[in-house]
């Protein structure tokens, strides 16, 4: 059996798995992407978990989300932030992912921070910090270029009965128009720049862009790269660029730790509204 770089198909929550079982611990011991074994082992320890629990929907959940990141293997062909698992963590659901969104969540404080907002969240991912602050903010909107993370994003709403107040559209953010939203607060987590080419725009036009779909009290939550993919001289070049929209403050982050979630830059951006 050759082994790539890339995750291998695998079917974990169908009736007979051991033989998929098997296909994944050899994947684990003998695959070359770190990141790719990484995420195998994550899907085994969700696995045992949930079927330990017993709860059904969940099952079914996580067996309909396995399909679709398997169709995604096969059909999409951008980068892949999750390694054939999941980039984000939603913890509530058993899934585990290379970014640990509850502590982001929570060292962002975004509960409160988003508290009664209308809010976009720019290259959503599979939706898990929306779904975190879910019960505070009045409406969310996520737009994902990948139509395979949606399609799970769609599900899981579905899921926890929560698709009138989010909703998930597969659309480059480039195409988000003033005309059908106006937000009280813009997430930009790591989505300025994409590592997989998706993002068209310019910076400039990025952050303009930004403050239009502001409402004039708005504010923008920023996140960078990892200072590995984003080198401080870069990042300072995106700073000052966001400071001719907005009135950024640091925020200073505790507890993130993750190996990808360590050493970000924050900020919290307040929309400036004389001419620009
Ligand atoms: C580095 S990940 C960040 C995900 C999420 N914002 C987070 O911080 O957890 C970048 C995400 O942006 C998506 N993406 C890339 N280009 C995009 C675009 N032009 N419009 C919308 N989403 C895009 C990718 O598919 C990927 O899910």
């Known amino acids: 059996m ?6 291998p198909k695998i079917y974990l929550f169908q009736k ?4 998929s079982v098997l296909k994944t611990y050899f994947h684990i011991l003998f695959g070359r992407s ?3 074994r990484l995420a195998l082992k994550m899907r085994l320890k969700d696995r045992k978990t949930i079927e330990k629990q017993g709860n059904l929907p969940l099952i079914n959940l996580h067996k309909s989300l396995e399909v ?3 169709q995604s293997l096969e059909k999409y062909p951008h980068y892949d932030y999750g390694a054939g698992y999941n980039y984000q963590s939603f913890s509530e659901l058993n899934l585990s992912g290379f970014r640990a969104t509850e502590t982001r969540v929570s060292a962002l404080d975004l509960n409160d921070v988003l508290s009664g907002k209308t809010v976009l969240d720019i290259g959503s991912n599979m939706g898990s910090v929306l779904f975190n602050v879910r019960e505070s903010i009045k409406y969310g909107l ?12 769609q599900l899981i709403a579905k899921h926890l009965k929560v698709n009138n107040k989010l909703e998930f559209q597969s659309i480059p953010f480039e195409q988000v128009s003033k005309t059908q939203h106006e937000f009280d607060a813009i997430l930009s987590l790591a989505n300025h720049s994409t590592f997989d080419g998706n ?3 310019s910076l400039d036009s990025y952050f303009h862009k930004i403050h ?5 009290d708005g504010i923008l939550i920023f996140e960078s790269h990892p200072p590995e993919l984003e080198p401080a001289d870069s990042l300072q070049k995106t700073i000052n660029l966001m400071a001719d929209y907005f009135l950024t403050t640091k925020v200073d982050v505790q507890g993130l730790d ?3 979630d360590k050493n970000r830059t924050y900020f919290f951006c307040k929309k400036k509204n004389e001419q620009i």
């Open 68 to 70: 679709i990141r398997n």
């Open 34 to 36: 770190n990141l790719v």
């Open 16 to 19: 007979s798995n051991a033989f």
């Open 2 to 7: 050759a082994l790539h770089g890339t995750s």
């Open 212 to 216: 239009n779909l502001l409402t004039d």
């Open 258 to 260: 993750g190996f990808l």
């Open 142 to 153: 996520g737009v994902e270029i990948n139509e395979f993370l949606v399609e799970q994003s």
């Open 199 to 201: 993002t068209k725009q």
